[in-house]
């Protein structure tokens, strides 16, 4: 194995494909062979984004209340999780959650609405408020994530201005059933088919950690590449107690980093998100993961928190990277001095590496509450 990864993103660089054997052999590397693995996809990172890390940012415009039975989600059919719950949120509301995430340097605002689907009246909403948002912050891209679309719906998204559509594969397709039941995942793809056939840019990627193979995340990566996804994010399952996979902790961050790492191999000049979950599953590896994926979430997800967006920021300039699109550093984004590096959040000690003592930290601040939101 002595120079593998460095070979083998020599060939990447040199416009071959990844196989499945070499995407396996990333999955499977050692410990010992992290560091180098890293830095052969750091070289991918590098050639193809340069220092920079896209900022992006999640509104919640309706969170829980969804038909869905997704294993994984808070939000789905019969979960007891203690999440925050509340039907759509205004028009002004929402514009001003988005402008939070912006001036902390977003230059991707996310808006997500729980359910299988959107009705038409639902789009003709979302539509308004990415019109409002494009209005006052021409140069942000908006991502809408509605769920499964009907004939018609993508093409609304792109005339009110949305640049982008969300709508992830999660996992492979024969893993599929194991963790919905009232979806497909030819209806996932179809969805993302209908976004590009619109125009709007595909956004699809992945949850890891909810038991799947080696094999699974293979199949579900090469499948996004061969759907053209322009922007990964890679979720890592948050447990959320109250659902079916409460109490699920399989990942290490070692393997967070060879999932990232596999990704990159896979689709090198693709923008590859950490996502959800990367605190609690990645943990101290983090910066590192800066150095393979280029591009994350500042500070809160759906229903769950994430650490301080002074700290993700602060993560960004420590590492030499900077925010894309910004003409300050990312400290001073956050309006800190460069010298300054606010004190990270500490999660519970890990057991072996592999099991956690704290619970998934509900979301209570931003959208949908009277609390200023974490950007």
């Not at 003709?124 to 769920?147: F, S, T, W």
């Not at 609304?156 to 201005?161: F, Q, T």
């Not at 950690?209 to 699974?216: A, Q, R």
Request: aromatic letters at 6%.
């Amino acid at each position: 194995m002595f120079n593998y990864f460095t070979d083998l993103a020599d060939r990447q660089l040199d416009g071959a494909t990844l196989t499945r054997d070499q995407a396996l052999a990333i999955l499977e590397s050692t410990d010992d062979q992290l560091l180098d693995l890293v830095a052969a996809a750091a070289r991918l990172r590098r050639a193809h984004f340069a220092n920079t890390v896209k900022v992006n940012y999640l509104v919640n415009l309706k969170s829980g209340l969804c038909p869905e039975d997704c294993t994984y989600c808070s939000q789905r059919l019969g979960s007891a999780a203690q999440i925050l719950k509340y039907t759509w949120l205004k028009p002004e509301d929402a514009l001003a959650q988005a402008a939070t995430g912006i001036r902390a340097g977003a230059s991707r605002v996310c808006l997500v609405a729980s359910g299988k689907g959107p009705s038409d009246r639902d789009v003709d909403r979302v539509a308004g408020m990415v019109g409002n948002l494009k209005e006052q912050y021409p140069a942000v891209e908006v991502c809408a994530c509605l769920g499964i679309l009907k004939d018609g719906q993508a093409q609304r998204l792109k005339a009110s201005g949305a640049d982008a559509y969300n709508h992830n594969l999660n996992t492979s397709e024969e893993n599929y059933a194991d963790i919905c039941s009232t979806h497909t995942f030819a209806e996932r793809v179809q969805t993302v088919e209908h976004a590009k056939d619109a125009g709007l840019s595909p956004c699809s990627g992945l949850i890891v950690g909810m038991g799947e193979s080696n094999n699974d995340l293979i199949d579900a990566v090469f499948a996004l590449r061969a759907l053209g996804s322009e922007s990964i994010p890679v979720n890592f399952l948050m447990p959320f107690d109250g659902t079916p996979l409460e109490g699920t902790w399989l990942l290490t961050p070692a393997h967070c980093l060879r999932i990232l790492a596999m990704v990159r191999f896979a689709c090198p000049d693709t923008e590859l998100r950490m996502a959800g979950g990367r605190e609690m599953h990645l943990r101290t590896l983090q910066p590192l993961a800066l150095h393979v994926a280029n591009s994350l979430f500042l500070g809160d997800y759906l229903t769950s928190e994430g650490q301080s967006g002074a700290d993700d920021l602060a993560m960004i300039a420590d590492n030499g990277f900077v925010v894309l699109g910004a003409k300050t550093s990312a400290l001073q984004v956050a309006g800190l001095p460069d010298v300054a590096r606010p004190e990270l959040n500490r999660q519970e000690a890990f057991d072996a590496g592999t099991s956690v003592v704290s619970p998934v930290t509900i979301r209570r601040r931003g959208a949908g509450t009277a609390v200023a939101p974490n950007a």
